[in-house]
């Protein structure tokens, strides 16, 4: 099987660098460049006949739009995984760094020094994140055979996690 993990496209929090986690504020939308990344993959996919045998999508808005873009031009069903879903930044949704040191300067000093998200309140728990990252392994691995093509379309945080379970 190969396995392909695609990040979606660039939100306005990307360039507003705010924290965007699982929620789906406005702020994660895409933008017209994200729009236009997702495209130029698409068009990119066609040049090289890439036509994957599954896909599957996060279900926020980002990713979506990310892979109905990007695979426009795919005949196979995207299923919508919510194992897939960026992991959770709790307090932080939404805010800049500077906002978060100024709202919560406790839980940002404890975090930039050890990187711990249980000083996040209504953060996703590392052990949740690498639990969900193993799954998303055991669901590709239990469902599909040496020959499949997976497309994934998620997010940077849940990739680094899968990625490391591998390893």
Known sequence: MRL???RHGETDAN???????SEDLEITNLTNAGKSQA???????KKENFIPTHV???PQKRAQDTARLAGAHWNVPFITIDDLKETGAGIFEGLTWNEIEARYPKQAANFKDSRDWSYVEDSEQENDRRNRANRILDLAL???S????????????????TVSCIF
């Open 15 to 21: 360039l507003l660098m705010r924290w965007s986690g």
């Open 146 to 161: 040496d020959d499949d093509i997976v497309v994934m379309f998620c997010h940077a945080g849940i990739i680094q996690h």
């Open 56 to 58: 599957y999508v996060s």
């Open 142 to 144: 239990s469902r599909h």
């Open 39 to 45: 495209q130029e993959l698409g068009c990119w996919f």
């Open 4 to 6: 392909i993990l695609i």
